[in-house]
């Protein structure tokens, strides 16, 4: 997947940001539709999610998000919005979890972590670097 067709498919999203990582737009995408599942599940319109920020930081995605509350809630019973944070932050650990065992540049399977600038490397990836194999340290 490309950045214009993450974008394209979610960039509906309020506040919609992408750590811009390649080898990560297949875990952003999966991270979106299961957000956009859990809203639906509970009849919680989508402009109610707000996502704050959406980065790589320590080797991974990091996702910052809220409620964007406003009169548009009285629709949306605080149970729902409470069941829904709690589904909601478990997809988006799930989606830190895969990024950090995912290489950031092609998608494949991460051995190597750089270190210094903590990024996830799969082998071909960390090669092509000119500081390999110095700069690298096996995955934990
Ligand atoms: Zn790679």
């Given at each position: 997947?490309?950045y214009?067709?993450?974008?394209?498919?979610?960039?509906?999203?309020?506040?919609?940001?992408?750590?811009?990582?390649?080898?990560?737009?297949?875990?952003?995408?999966?991270?979106?539709?299961?957000?956009?599942?859990?809203?639906?599940?509970?009849?919680?319109?989508?402009?109610?999610?707000?996502?704050?920020?959406?980065?790589?930081?320590?080797?991974?995605?990091?996702?910052?998000?809220?409620?964007?509350?406003?009169?548009?809630?009285?629709?949306?019973?605080?149970?729902?919005l409470?069941?829904?944070?709690?589904?909601?932050?478990?997809?988006?650990?799930?989606?830190?979890?895969?990024s950090?065992?995912?290489?950031?540049?092609?998608?494949?399977?991460?051995?190597?972590?750089?270190?210094?600038?903590?990024?996830?490397?799969?082998?071909?990836?960390?090669?092509?670097?000119?500081?390999?194999?110095?700069?690298?340290?096996?995955?934990?």
């Amino acid at each position: 997947m490309t950045y214009e067709e993450l974008q394209t498919k979610h960039g509906d999203t309020i506040g919609f940001e992408s750590a811009n990582c390649s080898g990560w737009y297949h875990i952003e995408d999966k991270m979106y539709d299961r957000v956009k599942a859990v809203l639906d599940k509970y009849s919680i319109p989508r402009q109610i999610f707000h996502l704050a920020q959406e980065k790589e930081k320590f080797g991974e995605l990091r996702t910052y998000w809220g409620w964007s509350l406003d009169n548009e809630t009285e629709d949306c019973p605080d149970s729902a919005l409470s069941a829904a944070y709690t589904e909601i932050e478990a997809v988006i650990s799930a989606a830190e979890t895969e990024s950090a065992n995912t290489c950031h540049l092609c998608g494949d399977a991460a051995t190597f972590q750089s270190t210094g600038w903590i990024l996830p490397y799969c082998q071909v990836c960390a090669k092509k670097r000119s500081d390999y194999p110095g700069a690298f340290c096996p995955m934990r």
